[in-house]
């Protein structure tokens, strides 16, 4: 039953992404066949999409242009939008993809920038992020780069960091991490294929920038305290594996301690809790 909640809520959430979109591409009366290619392109990119099929794609495009033409009034539209991305995050990332879609000749028309406008006011973004938004979008690059990494991508990699210590990820660890994935409830909106992408992309990450960069993004990336301790736990969790941790996996629980400025006494207790 949980399951089924977990998936009707990506795919409420997903619908409403791709209707932000459609709302941009419908901004002058029509959706050209460009305009869809261009939707189902920025779709294919993100991350909240991984695992979608092609059918099942098709569908929802289908199904939120239908509830588009049936829509009476914009309002009631932009009403449904907040309602299915109640965090704002989702928010911001539904203006970026409507703002992507607007302006995908480099330069949106007055009904475009209006509509853009309308949905910028509806969902509660700033001008400041407004301003990013665009900025990243003219210049054709990822819009990871307003929205920053999910947060469930960085606590996939806190994992990933420790499990990695000793140069290998040993089975134990792999199943670690998976049985935190699909059973810890902060990974509640993280579908399978999205978590083995996460750990695909952790470990690469790694690989490609090295510890201390790494250590730096989750510093800017996890902000709340909460955040901090679920990071630390899931990472300490990992390190406990065949009879852990070893002297290599404490001391990147040090650096870790460190980075997130656990107190000891706090740390000691996330690890006993772990």
Known sequence: MAHESIEKARAERNAALIEAMLLAASADGTVEPRELRILIARVIERPEFEGTSAETLNAMVEGSVARLASAKKLEDVLSSLRERLPEHRN??????????????????????????????F????????????VDVVQRGESLTEVLGEPPEMLLTETMVLVGAADGVVREAELMTMFENLAGDPVFRDVSRPAAEAALRAAITNLAAEGLPRRLAVLARGLTTAAQRRKAFQLAVRVAKSEGGPRPSELRVLELLQSTFGLADDEAKKLSVEA
């Open 122 to 133: 509806a969902l509660g973004i700033s001008e400041v992020e407004v301003q990013k938004v």
């Open 91 to 120: 928010r911001l990332l539904a203006f970026g993809l409507a703002a992507s879609i607007a302006f995908a000749d480099h330069k949106a028309t007055r009904e475009e920038l209006g509509l853009l406008k309308t949905i910028q």
